[in-house]
């Protein structure tokens, strides 16, 4: 059963996207859920239920500080925000790169030293870090976001150890593919393309349309789905130390235990690696 006194925040919670999906499921189970985002307006959807919104920059020091401020209490911090980076490693802009980091790993890090105080008070206090599937999988041109999650998941890992001793539980979100907008928004704010004198021009065509991610968008399990059945497995006593949960999700949970290079040749076909290479033969 769900205390409806219990509170939760959760960062990245535009409309159309996963952390929108889970600030509705939480709603419907009770909970008083602070909605946070760079851009309130792209709230509007969660306004329109009732959720509190809140206005959150997980870069800005002094954001995070305001947002402290504005919540008496919380049992659940979910870190969810993060963004996308695709490009192949040869030709990463190392600054953009350096940011995404800061975005996915370093920004997630300053919301738990300073939410910290308040969930010490809590007696159920979770912390919850989205990663992803992409922690443990080797995607060509996905390397540096894949690296991200892979680094924020062994930064969880640790940190579920060393809160033990204080009763907070901590959650790694391993998520698969979810269909929600965020193909849509890559390729709408960034639409990557490969810098001029890469080495992959002579396939530009395929390796471009592998970075805007063509043919994968509105795949995956229903957002409402995918956060309902998360929002219950955070319910439980003892919660799980990994979720993993979407399409994809229990597949990539098989090939982490199995020798490396096994699925290789799946992974390149998925993204057109193998016509790249068919390419640069000739």
């Known amino acids: 059963m769900s205390n409806p006194e219990r509170s939760v925040l959760i960062t990245g919670c535009s409309d159309g996207g996963?952390?929108?999906?889970?600030a509705?499921?939480?709603?419907?189970?009770?909970?008083?859920?602070?909605?946070?985002?760079?851009?309130?307006?792209?709230?509007?959807?969660l306004t329109s239920l009732g959720i509190e919104t809140l206005q959150l920059d997980v870069q800005s020091e002094?954001?995070?500080?305001?947002?402290?401020?504005?919540?008496?209490?919380?049992?659940?911090l979910v870190n969810n925000a993060g963004h996308q980076f695709l490009?192949?490693?040869v030709d990463i802009n190392i600054a953009e790169a350096k940011n995404l980091y800061d975005l996915n790993v370093w920004s997630q890090i300053a919301m738990i030293q300073a939410f910290l105080p308040l969930l010490l008070k809590s007696p159920n206090a979770i912390i919850v870090n989205q990663t992803s599937i992409g922690a443990n999988l080797a995607m060509p041109f996905q390397a540096?976001?894949?690296?991200?999650?892979?680094?924020?998941a062994l930064l969880t890992d640790s940190l579920r150890l060393e809160l033990q001793p204080f009763g907070i539980n901590?959650?790694?979100?391993?998520?698969?593919?979810?269909?929600?907008?965020?193909?849509?928004?890559?390729?709408?704010n960034s639409n990557p393309k490969l810098p001029e004198g890469s080495i992959y021009e002579p396939a530009k065509e395929v390796?471009?349309?592998?970075?805007?991610?063509?043919?994968?968008?509105?795949?995956?399990?229903?957002?409402?789905?995918?956060?309902?059945?998360t929002v219950r497995d955070l319910q439980k006593s003892n919660p799980p130390t990994v979720i993993w949960r979407g399409e994809s999700a229990c597949l990539v949970r098989v090939q982490s235990?199995?020798?490396?290079?096994?699925?290789?040749?799946?992974?390149?076909?998925?993204v057109g690696l193998d016509v790249v290479e068919r390419i640069m033969k000739k």
């Open 18 to 22: 996963m952390g929108s999906a889970l």
């Open 24 to 45: 509705i499921a939480f709603h419907k189970a009770g909970f008083h859920v602070y909605a946070t985002a760079r851009n309130p307006s792209k709230m509007a959807e």
């Open 62 to 76: 002094s954001s995070i500080t305001d947002c402290v401020k504005r919540i008496p209490s919380l049992d659940i």
């Open 87 to 89: 490009m192949p490693i």
């Open 144 to 152: 540096v976001y894949n690296s991200s999650k892979a680094a924020l």
């Open 170 to 188: 901590v959650v790694d979100l391993r998520t698969g593919v979810v269909k929600t907008n965020l193909i849509k928004n890559v390729r709408d």
């Open 207 to 229: 390796v471009e349309k592998a970075l805007r991610q063509e043919g994968f968008e509105g795949k995956g399990m229903p957002a409402h789905q995918w956060a309902e059945l």
């Open 257 to 270: 235990v199995l020798p490396p290079g096994l699925f290789d040749g799946v992974v390149k076909k998925t």
